[in-house]
């Protein structure tokens, strides 16, 4: 981009998740060399994250707690400090999106910069020593009086109705004990029937960060890499071992597992924070229109 | 500028060790013993596993199976099923391999199996990580009550360590019963799956723990045969398998339940997990 005014803080949604730049699709860890063993590769250097959505902001937060917990992982940490975010609150409702239910239609924390639209003008906060910085940068701006605050705040009960293109009638706060009573229950097979197990639910997910490590030798034979890239629960081998046997052979049981990560494991681990923040791409992605979490928990919330 | 400050070890970096043995042991499965470049010990617990790097092909996970109480190198026996696991079956002694570890949970042989009779049940390779903690036992031969050590492999041919048998044997208190699933020319044995040694065997449930590593399918069936000699939950020790990747709980592969096997396992306490979905077949 070469001028500012050619920036659009308008999109609705990004058709991948920011969790590219964290954790990159394909991320080198280790580069080895014959004789010298392995070393560490740490690729980062300072960025500006701009116009990231709340939702996604709340799913970064949600991974810089899975990645720096228990043994941290120093190399989506590096790229974490090195990240300055600007967060802008949504401006047009992406066709899937169900935010307003998740309480990820606004968002607190874990950004530098929030920019809300308000009346054709951008209020501007910032939260950090970064954000002050960039602010800093901004020549004779007013300061916003409350009427300005008032008018933000409106913004966001605005977008709470209407970050809601499907009605979730099962409180997120309520999804573990659903799915603590849900393991047998007939919508994984019904559901599972038409998946085509391609992944494209896990890929575009801001809060599926399941990774595979692989190694790639140089031409020269002696040196070479080790990354990691994304991989998917849904996708056949993910849980494979030796031997031919498969602890999720079925679509049904991938197809469970990825709803007990979204809403029981991983909020485990976190808090008990839900791990889907209705962003709604798994919905627009699925070909096989099956990837809908408010359909699934709803009918939970149903009973059989 | 790198602005980042974590000061933290890079998870995912091996350190270097050099193979001291690399031995044929069976058609499919060969005998490593290595030693930490550094000098240091590894500094594991029965049951513990590590994260092996070949370089240029991979990284796999594999149980220790010497007990620490030897020191100065650790031993693995790798059966080859994959890329992993077959450039290791082209190692030699003096090669280099990664290392990442010790990983996971171990048995608790400084614990609840302390002062206990032992049963120890293994099937097949399960009996790479049992080695470990039998030995250990054995080792300390007068902290442990009678120690019943049972093995049950597909055929003959794949027993691992039968060298050590007669050491095993020679221990005061020690039982120690094979069995195969199909018997060849030669066999005298015992056929028929594990729990066939099981049928006629007594323990005090109040004093014996049990431990058990094989296939999938053989956890439930011996299980049911502790039961019957009236073992509980919390007396039960088992190791499991999944695919692991990570081995520090962030790649998500080893997942069942809420837990992580490469963290919160690989040894679990079966009252533990007798509830979680997925975890015994
Ligand atoms: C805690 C633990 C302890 C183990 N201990 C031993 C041991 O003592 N001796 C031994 O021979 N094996 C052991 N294994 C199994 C061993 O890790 C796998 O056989 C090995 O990872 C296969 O790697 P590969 O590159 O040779 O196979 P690949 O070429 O990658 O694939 C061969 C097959 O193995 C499966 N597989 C691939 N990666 C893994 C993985 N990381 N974990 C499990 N399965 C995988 C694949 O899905 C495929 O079916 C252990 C596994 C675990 C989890
Ligand atoms: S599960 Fe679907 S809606 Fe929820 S965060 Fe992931 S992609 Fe978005
Ligand atoms: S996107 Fe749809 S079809 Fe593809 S794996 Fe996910 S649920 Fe199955
Ligand atoms: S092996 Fe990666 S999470 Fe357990």
Redesign the pocket.
């Known amino acids: 981009m070469t001028k500012a005014t050619n920036l659009r803080l308008d999109y609705d949604v990004t058709i991948l998740p920011p969790k590219s730049f964290f954790q990159p699709q394909n991320e080198t860890l280790l580069s080895f060399q014959r004789g010298k063993g392995y070393r560490s590769v740490i690729e980062t250097e300072p960025f500006l994250l701009l116009g990231v959505h709340p939702y996604d902001m709340v799913a970064i937060t949600q991974m810089d707690e899975i990645f720096s917990q228990g043994n941290g992982d120093v190399h989506y940490v590096s790229r974490r400090q090195n990240a300055t975010i600007v967060v802008v609150d949504v401006e047009n409702v992406s066709p899937d999106v169900f935010a307003g239910h998740m309480g990820t239609y606004k968002v607190e924390e874990g950004w530098d910069v929030l920019l809300t639209k308000v009346a054709d003008q951008y209020l501007v906060e910032s939260k950090t020593e970064r954000g002050a910085a960039l602010m800093s940068s901004l020549a004779d701006v007013p300061d916003a009086d409350q009427g300005w605050l008032e008018m933000r705040q409106l913004v966001w009960e605005r977008n709470k109705g209407r970050l809601r293109r499907h009605e979730l009638e099962a409180e997120p706060s309520t999804w573990p004990d659903l799915l603590e009573e849900a393991y047998d229950h007939p919508i994984w097979e019904e559901k599972a029937k038409l998946c085509f197990s391609c992944g494209s639910c896990n890929l575009v997910c801001p809060t599926c960060y399941c990774f595979d490590v692989r190694d790639e030798v140089h031409w020269d034979l002696v040196s070479g890499e080790r990354f990691r890239v994304w991989d998917g629960c849904m996708l056949v081998?993910f849980a494979?071992?030796?031997?031919?046997?498969?602890f999720r052979k079925d679509e049904a049981a991938r197809y469970r597992h990825r709803y007990y990560r979204k809403g029981k494991y991983v909020p485990s681990k976190i808090g008990g924070q839900i791990a889907c923040v209705g962003c709604g791409r798994c919905i627009t992605a699925c070909v096989a229109k099956i990837a809908n979490p408010v359909e699934v928990f709803n009918r939970l919330a149903g009973g059989r | 500028m790198d602005s980042t400050s974590t000061g933290w070890n890079d998870i995912y970096l091996p350190e270097m060790a050099t193979l001291l043995r690399s031995e044929p042991m069976t058609a499919d499965?060969r005998f490593f013993e290595c030693k930490l470049d550094s000098g240091k010990e590894l500094g594991h617990m029965p049951g513990q596993?590590v994260e092996v790097s070949v370089l240029g092909?991979?990284?796999?996970?594999?149980?220790?199976?010497s007990s620490p109480t030897q020191t100065g190198s650790f031993q693995?026996?790798?059966?080859?099923?994959?890329?992993?696991?077959?450039?290791?079956h082209g190692l030699k002694s003096g090669d280099k391999i990664g290392i990442r570890g010790p990983?996971?949970t171990h048995f608790p042989v400084e614990d609840e199996m302390r002062g206990k009779d032992i049963v120890f049940i293994c099937g097949g390779?399960g009996r790479?990580?049992v080695r470990s903690a039998i030995n250990y036992v054995l080792d300390n031969r007068d902290d442990y009550g009678e120690v019943t050590i049972l093995y049950g492999t597909k055929s003959p041919a794949e027993r691992l360590f039968l060298d050590e048998v007669e050491a095993i044997v020679s221990k005061e208190n020690v039982k120690y019963l094979e069995t195969v699933d199909r018997g060849d020319e030669e066999w005298t044995g015992n056929v028929g799956v594990i729990t066939t040694l099981m049928t006629d065997m007594m323990v005090d449930p109040r004093k014996t723990v049990a431990v058990i590593c094989g296939p999938p399918v053989m956890f439930k069936f011996a299980i049911m045969s502790l039961y019957k000699m009236g073992m509980v939950d919390k007396n039960i020790f088992v190791?499991?398998?999944?695919?692991?990747?990570c081995?520090v709980g962030k790649c998500g592969?080893?997942q069942i339940d809420g837990l992580y096997?490469?963290q919160d396992?690989?040894v679990f306490r079966f009252a533990d997990i007798a509830e979680v979905q997925e975890a015994i077949q």
Not at chain 2, 57 to 62: K, V
């Open positions: 081998n494979k071992v030796s031997g031919n046997l498969n | 499965e596993f092909i991979g990284e796999a996970p594999f149980s220790i199976s693995m026996v790798v059966r080859n099923v994959g890329n992993v696991t077959h450039a290791m990983f996971g390779l790479v990580p190791s499991l398998e999944r695919h692991m990747k081995g592969h080893c096997v490469c396992g690989p």
